[in-house]
Nanobody
């Protein structure tokens, strides 16, 4: 089992930055792939970014490439999402998720609200 707690959300003006954190706990937390997803009101949850367990492979949704950076610190069992040049369309609840090797994302955090004002 992996428990995930997100933090760092808030209200920011367009063009601003935020850094989200996701603290993982549990016996196998450091061996999981991690991802960030988001869900805007009235929309489906969508993929934002992912990072493998060692941190040397990352992927991004086209909508955030060049603006968001995912990273992890396995010593702290924490994954980060640095979000720069934020746009109003980035407004959503952001969720952290964890996947065991060869498994889908089975573990989810409670979400943190990000609101970007124009």
């Amino acid at each position: 089992q992996v428990q995930l707690v997100e933090s760092g959300g808030g209200l920011v003006q367009a063009g601003g930055s935020l850094r989200l954190s996701c603290a993982a706990s549990g016996r196998t937390a450091s061996s999981t792939a991690m991802g960030w997803f988001r869900q805007a009101p009235g929309k489906e949850r969508e993929f934002v970014a992912a990072i493998n367990w060692s941190g040397d492979s990352v992927s991004y949704a086209d909508s955030v490439k060049g603006r968001f950076t995912i990273s992890r610190d396995n010593a702290k069992n924490t994954v980060y999402l640095q979000m720069n040049s934020l746009k109003p369309e980035d407004t959503a609840v952001y969720y952290c998720a964890a996947a065991m090797p060869s498994r889908p994302y089975d573990f989810w955090g409670q979400g943190t609200q990000v609101t970007v004002s124009s």
